[in-house]
């Protein structure tokens, strides 16, 4: 990562109160458009003191809740209605949310695995670079919003970072229950620095992301999960008014070893489990079939771990190390 400022610009001010929409402009000189920029949508609704919170979505293209959630937010949300600050981002991604894809088309990035980016890097570095050290910095909250993307579809469910200091686990706790998802998915801690949960904690802020469906869909039932959680987070943390509506949240814990399960094969996936199925490590979880050599037995296809079935693949087509299922275990109390 280079120590660089950001190429970046914007004509918001986010210091300024008030509604401001406009544009972040990074530089992208191509063929078509020598002095061009790729113009990524940005909202600032801000009102005197109060927490300031930066709302994304997009940041994997085919992942559309959020989106959605975050364009109708940008339309409803006055100033007057408001106490501190909402910095909104639906297509974070802007190059993959306009292609409905994961990564980029432009450089293939997938941004969740870009931070915290370089400034002098392709496209999508750059967005990480700048949301890192240009707009964390002016935030006290990070809510990102994913849906599993094309390939996996999730029961829906708050993610965030178990954190070993209490006060800070307590923080994110007491969001994960506003959101009120049916589930909550912590991540243990270490593991995956380069996602933007890690960008948040490494900015000394507190992060929240949600994998609130996916399978490239969106259903009535997950897009009011995301609608209200993201209403009763604003509540809960006083930027709107009103008390966050309480709903139950199954808190879960997910590990690195035993609750990943991939196809050891390239073939067909014949599932054995459904989403919010109970299973046991030893329990068959699905076989692949060979289609171009169907007189071949099928390679079984086990759990490695006790958990529920959160996530599953959705194309039945698999290649050799595809997560086809994950899980996830109840916390211990
Ligand atoms: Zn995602």
């Known amino acids: 990562m280079s120590n660089r400022p950001t ?5 918001l001010d986010l210091g300024r109160e008030g509604k401001q929409e406009g544009f972040l402009r990074l530089p992208h ?38 989106q959605i959630v975050a364009t109708k937010l940008v339309r409803a949300l006055a100033p007057s209605e408001i106490s501190g600050q909402v ?12 292609a409905g894809m994961r990564t980029s088309p432009i450089d293939e990035g997938n941004l969740n695995r870009s931070f915290p980016g370089d400034a002098d890097g392709r496209p999508t570095a750059m967005i990480a670079h700048y949301v890192e050290s240009v707009l964390m910095p002016q935030v006290d909250i990070s809510i990102d919003l994913h849906s599993g993307g094309s390939s996996l579809l999730y029961i829906p469910g708050t993610l ?21 998802a049916p589930n909550a998915y912590l991540m243990a801690p270490g593991g995956e ?12 802020i507190v992060g929240l992301s949600a994998e609130l469906g996916g399978a490239g869909m969106v259903t009535r039932e997950t897009l009011a999960v995301t609608e209200r959680g993201v209403v009763n987070v604003l509540r809960h943390l006083g930027v709107l008014a009103g008390t966050a509506e309480q709903r139950d949240t199954r808190i879960m814990r997910v590990e690195r070893s035993g609750h990943y399960v991939y196809s050891p094969d390239p073939g067909l ?16 979880a699905g076989r692949v079939h ?4 169907p007189w071949r037995e099928p390679t079984p296809v086990h759990f490695l771990g006790d958990g529920l079935v959160v996530c599953k693949r959705v194309p039945a ?5 595809d997560c086809v299922y994950h899980l996830a275990g109840d916390l211990p109390v």
């Open 7 to 11: 190429r970046i610009t914007t004509d």
């Open 29 to 66: 000189s191509v063929h078509r458009s020598a002095y061009g920029y790729l113009p990524i949508p940005i909202v600032s609704i801000r009102n005197g003191r109060g927490p300031r919170v930066l709302l994304t979505a997009g940041n994997h293209g085919d992942e559309y809740e959020g």
């Open 87 to 98: 910095i909104v981002i639906p297509m974070l991604n802007f190059p993959a949310a306009l």
């Open 160 to 180: 965030a970072r178990h954190h070993p200091d209490e006060k800070r686990l307590a923080t994110v706790l007491a969001l994960v229950r506003a959101f009120g």
């Open 193 to 204: 620095d380069r996602a933007i949960l890690s960008a948040a904690e490494r900015a000394g």
């Open 269 to 284: 996936f014949e599932p054995m489990a459904e989403l919010g199925d109970s299973v046991r490590k030893g329990q068959l």
């Open 290 to 293: 060979f289609p171009e050599t």
């Open 317 to 321: 087509r698999v290649e050799r190390g």
